[in-house]
């Protein structure tokens, strides 16, 4: 019998991605101990062959079943919940359970380890497991920013009575969070929020009992919630808002007066219960200070956003390992399309914004802990890095998934591939947690109120000093440091003029610092592919260029397309681009 001729349609699921993405453990050892990534790698394996698979299907399989609420009980008891597929909750059980991804970061034991595990630990763990499943990410992320706040902010007692619910692993037991802040009429105003909080006669102190309409109100139905509203006689704008703890259900199991009112038919996200939540009265514990809600609410925005760069820079690894695919196995005109130079043109556009992300992920992670750990240069640094991964990863995002799924053809169009449903999913990073307008305008502040800029410039030429280059790329590098760090710090002290260039801005400032920080990589690791990779980007994406210069394909393209580890082979000093 002869053997059954290869399949036109090329399919990678079932692939491992830790696998498929040698460049990920050439890096993680630059950003986790070498004990500790030793000890996570077995497990980074299993959730990499995971999401190639057994992940893959069931989140394709929620995504096509969306959860439902449900207002009564069939003997008519007026008992809401939310029924979700069983395959959505198979993957909660993978996540908060085995993984232990909420509760990583809060306490020691998961996997074995002794100590909370650092940012770069779950966030690399995290973006595996967002190559397969997006919307149950927001969960994640709000449990994780939740525990983070109250463990910051909440009375003690507070703390101790939620804590071991919300990091436990033990997934029937588990408290998942939210975060209640959006209002139909303020939207990212968050000075215009009306909720009231009046003080509750039943438990005076700080218990108080909240009134008003939440408009977007992700994992609708968590067990805990952070919410935003204004204590009666508090005076208007920010200053009157407070921050306050919400609980599902009360301690005798009654529940908690509030109610979902429909849940949001959304364009991507779909696995997850996203709804509109009417507080009636609902019993709710100030966390914190009254009248600085917003600034301890932005403890756990910046902690979502970050989770959001995370998620925008898995997309993109998805759908760049899903194009490199396809175009290595798919034939067409006599020859394989990766062969093709305008093919590999197109690939190398993907490439170039899913290390951009990747690197400031990285980045980012590594400066939270600093800063965590009490180190004050970190803080500001950290300050500024949050909003540029959330604007520019999650605005690149759009273009990477979208071109990718051009690469599988008319098969990406069709949803029983994982294509279109990434371009939907991605679209959201740019929504959530602050549009892209208000998320570059907090760039500008962060310059303007933080220092960040300085601990911005300090952390790049420290990086450079560390990285091995051409004395012309240095030259390049430095000129170039020089230039966006005076035209952002002039352009934030001008007011509306330094606004309406807010996004070139954070822009420019996103660019240089993935292209100095995937040179450093490179030095490190000593890689001339990623040398290349990181000087293209400083050439194509900050210095000034023709836009009808013709660029012939290089020979060193095709080198540039193949992910095989080249690290330890050195000579990245002789790199040059520019």
Known sequence: MSPRPAHPVPDAHGTNLFDTDPTLGALL??????????????????????????????????????????????????????????????????????YGLAAMSHRGGVFGWPEPLPPAAKYALTYLFVQAEFGLCCPLSMTDSLTR??????????????????????????????????????????????????????????????????????????????????????????????????????????????????LKDK????????????????????????????????????NSRLSNGMRAAGLMRRALTEALFVARERRAFGKRLIELPLMRRQLLKLMLPTEQARTMLLQTAEALRRADAGETEAMPLVRILTPLIKFRACRDARQVTSDAM????????????????????????????????????????????????????????????????????????ERTLQRVAETAGGLAARGAVGECAARQIASALYHLFTATAMAWEAGRIGSPRRMHLAQRVLRHRVLPSDPLAIEEESEGLPALLDEADDSGRGGVEAVNLL
């Open 267 to 302: 364009l991507g996200t779909r696995s997850m219960a996203s709804g509109e939540i009417r507080l009636e009265g609902a019993r709710a514990w100030l966390v914190g200070e009254a009248g600085r809600g917003f600034q301890q609410m932005a403890d756990m925005v910046n």
């Open 406 to 477: 051009e690469v599988r053809g008319g098969c990406g169009y069709i949803e029983e591939w994982g294509d279109a449903r990434r371009v939907r999913d991605a679209l959201l990073g740019s929504i959530w947690e602050g549009t892209s307008n208000i998320v570059a305008l907090d760039v500008l502040r962060a310059i303007r109120r933080d220092a960040a800029l300085g601990a911005f410039t300090k952390h790049l030429r420290a990086l450079l000093a560390d990285t091995p280059l051409h004395a012309v790329a240095r030259q390049s590098f």
């Open 149 to 262: 706040t109250l463990r910051k902010f909440a009375a003690p007692e507070l703390v101790a009575r939620y804590l071991p619910r919300l990091t436990t692993q033990a997934f029937d037991d588990l408290f998942q969070g939210a975060m209640f802040m959006t209002e139909q009429g303020a939207g990212s105003d968050v000075a215009a929020t009306t909720t009231r909080a009046v003080p509750d006669a039943e438990q005076p102190g700080a218990a108080f009992r909240l009134h008003g309409d939440k408009w977007f109100c992700s994992n609708a139905d968590a067990d805990l919630a952070m919410v935003l509203a204004r204590i009666d006689g508090a005076p208007a704008g920010l200053s009157g808002v407070s921050l306050f703890l919400l609980p599902r259900r009360l301690e005798d199991g009654s529940m908690n007066a509030y109610r979902i009112l429909r």
């Open 29 to 98: 050892p630059l950003y986790l101990e070498p004990a500790l990534l030793l000890h996570l790698r077995p497990h980074l394996q299993r959730l990499a062959g995971l999401a190639g698979g057994v992940l893959d299907t069931l989140a394709g399989s929620a995504d096509r079943h969306p959860p439902e609420l449900e207002h009564r009980t069939r003997a008519g008891l007026d008992l809401q919940r939310i029924v979700k597929h069983p395959d959505y909750v198979a993957m909660e059980r993978v996540a908060f359970g085995d």
